[in-house]
């Protein structure tokens, strides 16, 4: 059905193993309303829309500071609270678990671990991202500010915990909060502490905004005051579903994932305000 429009291999992929076509076009293009039309025509369910911006290597390199969004690589690797990776709940919030932080090794599951298969970047479930260990090599010497790593262990259920050759990726330093200004983030299960559960709703195109005065003292790898996603926290953390940051980066880092040839990551600028 999709011939027909003009859209070919150029703009429509289709995946084997989700038995999904993902057709990618720009807003102003004519094959989009045709597209909607024909679904619905056909009487087709079950299809999503995604708005997003797109960057030029160009617009990236004189960015501020850049989101780095691992959400087009869909789920990511199970690992986190459920698979046995610790954190220190003192100072997090009691009701949904924004601010745990976390304080072993990243424990990833031993059974998902094709998703790392011929990848040199990936995230969890929870957005905690995963180098390879030359990646994390490249990083540690470029001297970025802010950043530290973990170890990734996966476990399997009879046989325990093997290291695997990846490193985590982790941020020493918190931004302020976002500017009002940012459009595309909405409160999705607000909670008392207003720090989480924020969500990046698919059909508006997410942008961060910040005040000048907040971003002054930044790193090379920053996470957000905000915790994104979904919740389920009720003080037993093994049993959890925590929500997490969002991981903002100079360009000095984007180029280094780049250069790695990673792929599967947006890179989003931020937009920088005065007030
Ligand atoms: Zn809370």
Known sequence: MLGPLGCGPDVAVFDEVADTTTVTLDETDERVPRLLSLL?????????EWRYDRFTDDELE???????????????????????????MSEACKLCGAGARQTSAMVVDGESL?????KRAMHTCYNDILVDEKLAGALA???????SFRGVFAAFEKRGHFQLPWRQLCATHTLPRISPRSTGIEPYKSCSCGRSSFTTPAKLPTRLVYRTADIADTRDINVTWEWFGEVKFKGDVSESVLPYPLFL????????????????????PIRVVDE
């Open 40 to 48: 619905e025509e056909l009487g087709i369910v079950g299809w999503f």
């Open 62 to 88: 004189a960015a501020r500071l850049i989101v780095m969004d691992a959400t087009v690589l869909l789920d990511g690797i199970f690992a986190g609270p459920r698979v046995g990776t610790k954190y220190d």
């Open 114 to 118: 094709h998703i790392l298969e011929g």
């Open 141 to 147: 010497d470029s001297g970025a500010t802010g950043i």
């Open 249 to 268: 980066v100079t360009p000095k880092v984007w180029r280094i994932f780049r250069d790695a040839g990673v792929t599967g990551f947006d890179w989003l």
